[in-house]
């Protein structure tokens, strides 16, 4: 089972931009699809981004494509989300997410491991 820390959330104007990481640590396997979720209050948990850990094959929801970039270290066992000319209405929490597969989904009960969720706040 593998362990998720979330990192660089923060308070950014509109059109700013924010690189949130997630370490992985624990036991790992190259069989995963890591996967960015996000919720603001009141709202659903909604998937943005996913990425294949073997290949690196990414998908993205309608609303953050060509805006975020999710991306990989191998070496650092890290997944990032480069998230550009961001909107007030992506302020949310932020989780990061695991699933023991190699086929990319987007509901969040797919995903077996998280971690503890970091704040994005988008002003304006």
């Known amino acids: 089972q593998v362990q998720l820390v979330e990192s660089g959330g923060g308070l950014v104007q509109a059109g700013g931009s924010l690189r949130l990481s997630c370490a992985a640590s624990?036991?790992?396997?190259?069989?995963?699809?890591m996967g960015w979720f996000r919720q603001a209050p009141g709202k659903d948990r909604e998937f943005v981004a996913a990425?294949?850990?073997?290949?690196?094959?990414?998908y993205y929801s309608d609303s953050v494509k060509g805006r975020f970039t999710i991306s990989r270290d191998i070496a650092k066992n890290t997944v990032y989300l480069q998230m550009n000319s961001l909107k007030p209405e992506d302020t949310a929490v932020y989780y990061c997410a695991a699933r023991n597969s190699v086929v990319i989904v987007t509901t969040a009960a797919d995903f077996g491991s998280w971690g503890q969720g970091t704040q994005v706040t988008v002003s304006s």
């Open positions: 990425i294949r850990w073997s290949g690196g094959m990414t």
């Open positions: 624990g036991r790992t396997s190259s069989n995963y699809v």
